[in-house]
């Protein structure tokens, strides 16, 4: 471990197994697109903010596409073209409301280490933006990018990891008063700014301390053990919807470290193992079903069992393309789903076969499907941490 994090504690707090999945054996997460698109923002932001201070300039809305694009192919994600026009109208919206001030900015996206003592690895944390007033009270700003606003929200001051970073700041300006302000960068509001005591920076940090301890000695005893795995305790709870590599739990919980056969015959059980268990699968869901039919959702561990209504069919594809051309919108790839009846007419209209086609086929209207999806935010109440998350 060489160093310790707001989203480590965190990760470890909820569900042990998941830190050391994550951080013990470095498993690759498969992130959920809004925390790709948080990194996305983060990065076009500093990208903005880095060409103001270049150009001396206090505001420039032209820059606005460029840092966006540059930042959206940074990463590696299945993200479609209108995430990125969505994107772009998020920093342009950050751009028209905020303007540079270099005498007061003090960094952007700043990565701060502390040291823990007691041979512990520092504490890290990454700071969305900093500021410095006249006076020398340092604020510590962090955005969010969510679509919506709760009430806890409302409270920074009370966020376990703004009091971390408080803590954090502190080391640096030791004299300084430190406050923090939320920035909805969807909705051009902010919060008041609201003072974090030195006290409750200073218990904070040595809540920071107990936990790295903590985690610390159980790597310490997991080097030297034959499964290590076993002194990191799964909880099962809401957090696992959210949780990045639940994939790599799930799997170990229930499959083989390898499913790689070796000889025809393993190749063969392994064929007949898999259709034996979509079969499994097929009646768990079908008996699944009914039972929600008849009861109503299911909830477990942050997901919910229902009918889920799909998206409409697109019945004249062109004519779809052409309106939006009309409109000047770009085309929604991530929100349409094609009607495979349709395309494949379109194929017999151009050879003369329709009314065959039309014999042999029937156009099937949109249902429901029965599957498992992450339960909405507003029904959980358990956001996330967003950008923490994804830098961490």
Request: hydrophobic share 40%; charged share 30%.
């Amino acid at each position: 471990m060489k160093h310790f994090s707001h989203t480590q504690g965190e990760t470890f707090r909820r569900c042990p197994r998941s830190w050391w999945l994550r951080y013990g054996k470095g498993i690759v997460e498969r992130k959920p697109d809004y925390l790709i698109e948080g990194s996305i923002l983060h990065k076009a932001i500093q990208r903005y903010h880095e060409h103001l201070r270049q150009t001396g300039n206090d505001s420039d809305l032209s820059a606005v596409e460029g840092v966006t694009r540059q930042a959206f192919f940074d990463y590696a994600h299945e993200l479609g073209p209108d995430s990125l026009v969505d994107l772009q109208q998020v920093v342009w919206t950050y751009a028209d409301s905020h303007e540079f001030h270099p005498d007061t900015w003090a960094g952007i996206e700043w990565r701060m280490e502390r040291a823990l003592g007691d041979g512990l690895p520092p504490f890290l944390g990454v700071l969305d933006l900093v500021t410095l007033d006249e006076a020398g009270a340092v604020t510590i700003v962090d955005f969010k990018s969510s679509r919506v606003i709760r009430a806890a929200d409302e409270r920074p001051a009370q966020s376990a990891q703004l009091q971390a970073y408080a803590w954090l700041v502190m080391g640096a300006y030791p004299q300084a008063e430190v406050g923090v302000q939320l920035d909805f960068i969807r909705h051009r509001w902010r919060t008041e700014r609201q003072v974090i005591s030195r006290e409750e920076a200073e218990a904070a940090g040595r809540d920071l301390v107990a936990h790295c301890k903590l985690v610390a000695e159980l790597e310490q005893q997991a080097a030297q053990a034959d499964k290590p795995e076993r002194l990191f305790t799964r909880l099962q709870g809401p957090a696992c919807a959210g949780c990045t590599v639940r994939w790599a739990c799930l799997r170990e919980r229930h499959f083989p470290k390898t499913l790689r056969p070796d000889t025809p015959e393993q190749v063969q059980r392994l064929a007949r193992k898999t259709i034996a268990l979509e079969a499994l699968v097929k009646d768990y869901k079908a008996a699944l079903k009914a039972l929600v039919e008849e009861q109503g959702p299911v909830d477990v561990d942050g997901t919910r069992w229902d009918n889920w209504q799909t998206l409409r069919p697109v019945a004249d594809v062109e004519e779809f393309a052409a309106a939006c051309e009309r409109e000047g919108l770009p085309f929604p790839w991530r929100a349409v789903q094609f009607d495979s009846y349709a395309l494949k007419r379109r194929w017999f209209e151009g050879q003369g076969y329709a009314p065959l086609y039309d014999a042999i086929a029937q156009d099937k209207p949109s249902r429901p499907r029965f599957d498992h999806r992450p339960i909405p935010e507003e029904a959980s109440g358990d956001a996330g941490e967003g950008q923490e998350q994804a830098q961490a």
